[in-house]
């Protein structure tokens, strides 16, 4: 616990400073969203705010702006995070006001059946891990409130800089995840549809994995390039290839070990699945609207041994803490990703640019305080 000499003055100003207003997006509505002055939160038991410095525009942002998921009007919204520790609740220890942290997308408490039965992600239910700018105000903003402080902050080595570990907080989490759950193993072949943000570190993923070979489908030639540059082993442009015909084409008519959907629509889904071999493995990771069909004669009638595995992206800071030590030692660079950057005050601009996937734009970074890339 802490002691009672560095309780008092943390909260004293933190009830000093939670007067002063602060800037968040907030949801208002589909096709909706506002800057707005809030006041600094303030922590509970067990809970820490931290001052954010960068944060990103992810595409279940547009998802939730579209209306395609709901969540409640009024809140802010936004869930990848890299900030300081601005103030302390009770019960949280090992860390200092001031230290440099990354918190993931994915908040879970550590305590529950979920998370103590290894489903961190699900915490308290289904997608119940995912709180920040679902069911709690979310890391858009100048200030966020961190819950289960102690189980989801995860302190940057001094080494790695914001820009370097930010995408680690859900994209790199959840594109790397759908080689997890397949299992990806050495060697397979895998192909990835499609090479968005989440497609792309999931091709890196792949590759991380040991797959041999990695075909990543798309229609965007600069995505298709950076593909490559992830660590694709083929690609195919949709506007020029059947993807289906030519990704059994290029395993000899057996098809892929491992599909991963990273888009969430009903024809990338159906694709996916009409790719894999006997006994292969779909993997998806798209947010899916509306209803979802699997069409009889792409499954085999269900006697083909095929699986599909779902994953909410891993969160909690050892996994935070993992994924840092993969950019400390080299082992990926997700900084290409972030293709552009604005300040908060320009993020209405940053939401337009992003939703209407203009200038080759893959990762936005939203900056609430100076730095540099």
């Not at 402080?149 to 790397?176: H, Y």
């Amino acid at each position: 616990m802490p002691n009672s000499t560095t309780e008092a003055p943390e909260n004293v100003a933190v009830a000093t400073l939670a007067a002063h207003p602060m800037k968040a997006l907030v949801f208002r509505g589909p096709n909706q969203i506002a800057l707005e002055e809030r006041a600094i939160p303030q922590p509970g038991f067990g809970e820490a705010v931290i001052k954010v410095s960068v944060t990103t525009i992810c595409g279940t942002d547009v998802h939730i702006l579209k209306g395609e998921y709901p969540v409640k009007p009024g809140l802010t919204i936004g869930h990848e995070a890299v900030g300081t520790i601005h103030a302390l609740g009770v019960g949280v220890t090992g860390y200092k006001l001031g230290d440099r942290v990354l918190v993931g997308a994915i908040t879970p408490c550590g305590q529950c059946g979920y998370c103590l039965g290894g489903n961190l992600s699900q915490c308290g239910g289904p997608i119940g891990g995912w709180k920040f700018g679902n069911t709690i105000n979310g890391v858009q903003a100048e200030y966020a409130l961190v819950p289960n402080a102690q189980a989801n902050m995860a302190i940057i080595p001094d080494e790695l800089r914001n820009e370097e570990v930010i995408l680690l907080a859900d994209i790199a989490s959840t594109g790397f995840s759908a080689s997890e759950s397949a299992p990806v193993m050495l060697g397979d072949s895998v192909a990835v549809f499609a090479a968005g943000p989440i497609g792309l570190c999931a091709v890196l993923g792949a590759k991380l994995h040991g797959a041999g070979s990695i075909i990543a489908v798309d229609a965007n030639p600069h995505r298709l390039q950076m593909a490559l540059q992830m660590g694709a082993t083929h690609t195919i442009d949709i506007r020029k290839q059947d993807p289906v015909a030519e990704i059994l084409r290029l395993t000899g008519g057996h098809g892929v070990d491992v599909a991963i959907e990273a888009l969430g629509l009903q024809q990338t889904f159906e694709n996916a699945l009409r790719v894999i071999k006997a006994g292969g493995t779909l993997s998806s990771l798209g947010v899916y609207s509306g209803k979802l069909a699997i069409p009889s004669e792409s499954f085999a009638a269900g006697l083909g041994d095929h699986k599909i595995v779902t994953t909410l992206c891993p969160g909690g800071k050892e996994r935070m803490r993992r994924l840092m030590e993969l950019v400390l030692n080299r082992r990926i660079d997700l900084t290409p990703l972030l293709t552009h950057s604005f300040s908060l005050d320009r993020i209405l601009d940053a939401y337009t640019l992003f939703k209407e996937q203009r200038d080759d734009v893959l990762k936005v970074l939203i900056r609430t305080e100076p730095t540099h890339i």
